[in-house]
């Protein structure tokens, strides 16, 4: 969100059209991650405290990555790219843990189930697999822009 925001505004400062695609595809990263925090909100159904202190990490993340962004976006989307990739990881873990049994594989989500289009009896581990797979597109994108935006 915070570098959607930021090229578009450098567009809008520079007079330059050409960031259109790249704002779109950041927006629509920000959106699908929102997504991501969505479902696990149905399925873990988060105290008061929780909920606290998921707003209170997002304010955090907010103006450090704002303020990192603005120093250096190269730097801003390495460290966007290393987190997607531990991401990815983590989700394989997961994946692990529903397949040993450790964890309940659970229905999907309704709200996961319409996103991803997934049939109505999925489950758990088929929400995880397609979550895994979008952070391993944010990885790449990320490490694209890395390059690209200076």
């Given amino acids: 969100m915070i570098a959607g925001m ?3 505004l450098k567009s809008l400062r520079t007079h330059k059209r050409g ?3 790249i704002i779109r595809r950041l927006l ?5 991650e929102r997504m991501h925090l969505m479902f696990f909100i149905e399925i873990v159904e988060p105290s008061k ?7 209170l990490a997002q304010f ?4 450090f990555y704002l303020i990192m962004y603005l120093i ?3 730097t801003a989307h390495m460290m966007t790219h290393y987190f997607e990739e531990e991401a990815v990881k983590s ?7 529903i397949e040993s049994g450790q964890i309940e594989n659970v229905p999907a989500p309704t709200l996961a189930v319409e996103y991803y289009g997934l049939d109505a009896d999925a489950n758990l581990s088929t929400m995880i697999e397609h979550i895994r797979a979008d952070e391993a597109h944010h990885s ?6 890395a390059n690209v935006l200076r």
């Fill in 140 to 145: 790449k994108v990320n490490l694209e822009y």
């Fill in 6 to 8: 930021l090229v578009h």
């Fill in 49 to 55: 405290l929780e909920r606290g202190l998921i707003i």
């Fill in 91 to 97: 989700y394989t873990e997961y994946l692990s843990l």
């Fill in 72 to 74: 250096s976006p190269r």
């Fill in 19 to 21: 960031y259109g695609p």
């Fill in 28 to 32: 629509a990263e920000a959106e699908n």
């Fill in 60 to 63: 955090l993340f907010w103006h």
